[in-house]
C-alpha cells in the first residue's frame, strides 16, 4: 500500500502566488510516490466564498486534486476556519471526501484523530464565538445566497478582522488548550491527535506512547507528515524529522 500524506493550512490566495507553485510540486511528489490518501486538514484556502466561485484559483486547485484522484490518491478535506464553505459539489468536482470536524483513522495499527485544531483553541473565548455564528446553518445559508462580489467583500472584510485579533491577542491563546487536548484524547482513545490551525509544526509527546503531530503553515515552508509503513516524517520549515 502507499503512504499516507496529510497537510493543511496551505492558505492559498490565488494561482500567481509562489505558495500555490509550492502546492503544485507537492501535488506532483504525492503522485510520483503513488500514495494511497491524501488528507488536508483544514484552510487548503485562504477564503471560500461558495462552491461556485469561478476564481481561476478554485479551478486550478480543482484540476491538481481531480488528477490525484483519478491517478488513485483518496482525496479527504477537513474544513478549516477559513474554507468551512467548502461543499459537495466542490468535493464531487475535486474527486475528495469531505470529514468530519474530528475524524478517527487507523493508522498503521495506530488509532488517529485527525481535525483541523480551531476547536482545540478554546482559550480564544472570542474566536470561538465568531465560529459559533459562521458555522451556524441558517448563517451559511443566507451567507451563501448572497451574490459572489458581495460574498469576496465579505471575505476580504473578515480576513482583515481575523488578521487585526490575530495581531492583538495574547500569543498563549492562540495556542491549544491542554485541557481540551486532554478530553480529546479521552473521548476518541486517540494514540496520534493530528492537526494544523496554530502554525506551530511540531511532535508533542502526550505519554504513553500518545503524540500530537502538528502541521505548519504553507506561506512560510512546504509543509506534511508522510505516514509510510512503519515510518513517519513531518516536513516543515525547510527540515525534515522522523515522528
Ligand atoms: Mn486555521
Known sequence: MGAIWFASDLHLTAVEDAVFDRFSEFCGRV??????????????????VGDDDD???????????????????????????????????????????????????ELAGRRVALLH?????TDDVEYQAVRRQLRDPRWQQQFLAQPLAARRDFAAQARAQS???????PAEIMDVNAGAV??????TGADWIIHGHTHRPAVHELGSGR???????????ASWLCVDGEQATLAFEGTEVLV
Open 31 to 48: 503522485a510520483a510516490d503513488r500514495a494511497a490518501a491524501l488528507y488536508l486538514l483544514g484552510d487548503v484556502f485562504e477564503a471560500w
Open 55 to 105: 476564481a481561476p484559483l478554485a479551478l486550478a486547485v480543482t484540476q491538481r486534486l481531480r488528477a490525484l484522484a483519478d491517478a488513485g490518491v483518496a482525496i479527504f478535506i477537513t474544513h478549516g476556519n477559513r474554507d468551512f464553505l467548502i461543499g459537495a459539489d466542490f468535493a464531487a468536482r475535486a474527486g475528495a471526501r469531505l470529514l468530519a470536524e474530528v475524524e478517527i483513522i
Open 117 to 121: 485544531g480551531d476547536t482545540l483553541c
Open 163 to 169: 488578521a487585526a485579533h490575530t495581531a492583538m491577542a
Open 182 to 187: 486532554s478530553a480529546l484524547q479521552a473521548d
Open 211 to 221: 503524540r500530537r503531530i502538528v502541521l505548519g503553515d504553507w506561506p512560510r515552508a
